[in-house]
C-alpha cells in the first residue's frame, strides 16, 4: 500500500557534491539491470561517466522499502535521460532485477516495487509468469481526506523471518486476505500486522499496536519485516491523532513518529 514518503533521484554526469549512502550497490545493480535489458545509457556516456544523488526522507532498514523506492525513482531518472518510454510493469520488473543484482532481496520484492511505483495497493502473487499476471487484485486505496497515518520508527531491524516462520500464522494471514476481498482494507492491514508481529516474535510491537488500537486507532501494524509500525486515525478526531502521537513520544523509548498519509490512485474495480 503506497504511503507519502518521497524520495528523489537525480542522474549526473558528474560527482555530486553531497556524499552518496548506497553500501549495497543498489544504483550499480540499477545500471546493470538497465543495459542488461538492451536500454541505452545517455548519448556519448558509459556506467562510468555517470553519477547519482538520493534525497530520501524513506527510513532504511525498516520495512518502509527504501531500497524499492529508490530503484524505482533511479530507473525513471534514466529513462527520463534517455527518452525511454516504460510502463509501470517495465520498471517494476527492471527495479526487481536491480534489488537481486544488490542483493538486497531474495525474491525481487516484486509487491514492494509495486508500491513504490504506484499509488493505491495491490495484491501481489510474486511467482506468477510475468510482473502484469502477478496483480491478483487492486484498489485505489483508503481516501487520503479520511486518514491520517502516524509511522512510529524503532531503528534497524535485527533479523528477518525465515520461511518456517510463517507457518504457524497462516490463519491471521488467511483473515488478512478474506478482510481485503471483502473491501475491508484497514481490517487487513491490522490482521496481516499482526501476523507479522508474530512471526517475528516482536513482542514490543505487538503492544504498541494494541495500545495504538485501544487509544482509538483504527488500524495498526508492523510494515513489512518491520520494524516501523503504521497507525491509521481519522483525520476528523484530531484529538485521537495528537493523544497517540503523544503517547509515542512520551511513553515509548527510542522511536521517531513521521506524520504521512496514503497516496491514492484511480478508482479501479
Known amino acids: 500500500m503506497a504511503l507519502d514518503l518521497p524520495v528523489a ?3 549526473l554526469d558528474s560527482p555530486s557534491k553531497r556524499a552518496l549512502d548506497d553500501p549495497d550497490g543498489l544504483l550499480d545493480g540499477v545500471l ?5 535489458a538492451g536500454h541505452s545509457l545517455p548519448e556519448g556516456k558509459t556506467a562510468d561517466d555517470l553519477h547519482w544523488a ?3 526522507k524513506i527510513p532504511p532498514r525498516q520495512g518502509l522499502k527504501s531500497s524499492a523506492a529508490t530503484s524505482i525513482a533511479a530507473l ?3 529513462a527520463g535521460a534517455t527518452s525511454t518510454e516504460l510502463s509501470d510493469a517495465d520498471v517494476v520488473g527492471l527495479s526487481v532485477q536491480a534489488q537481486i543484482l544488490a542483493g538486497v532481496t531474495l525474491t525481487g520484492s516484486v509487491d514492494d516495487a509495486w508500491a513504490c511505483a504506484t499509488p493505491g495497493w495491490k495484491l501481489i502473487d510474486p511467482q506468477a509468469e510475468s510482473i502484469e499476471d502477478g ?3 487492486e484498489s485505489s486505496g483508503p481516501n487520503a481526506d479520511d486518514w491520517h497515518l502516524l509511522i512510529v520508527c524503532r531503528g534497524d531491524r535485527g533479523h528477518k523471518p525465515a520461511l518456517e516462520d510463517f507457518v504457524p500464522h497462516q490463519e491471521a494471514f488467511q483473515q ?9 482494507e484497514l481490517v487487513a492491514l491490522t490482521w496481516n500486522g499482526r501476523a507479522m508481529l508474530g512471526v517475528l516474535g516482536d513482542v514490543t510491537g505487538r503492544k504498541i499496536t494494541n495500545d495504538s488500537l485501544l487509544n482509538g486507532a483504527r488500524a495498526a501494524g508492523i510494515s513489512g519485516s518491520g520494524t516501523a509500525l503504521v ?8 484529538p485521537t491523532c495528537e493523544r ?13 513518529v513521521i506524520e504521512t498519509s496514503f497516496l491514492n490512485g484511480e478508482s479501479v474495480e
Open 76 to 78: 525513471r531518472a534514466l
Open 32 to 36: 546493470k539491470a538497465w543495459t542488461d
Open 231 to 238: 497507525v491509521v486515525t481519522p483525520k476528523v478526531s484530531k
Open 244 to 256: 497517540l502521537k503523544n503517547f509515542f513520544e512520551t511513553r515509548v523509548k527510542d522511536v521517531t
Open 176 to 184: 488478512a486476505l478474506s478482510a481485503l476481498q471483502e473491501g475491508r
Open 54 to 56: 538520493v534525497a530520501s
Open 135 to 137: 496483480v491478483l487484485m
Open 9 to 11: 533521484v537525480r542522474l
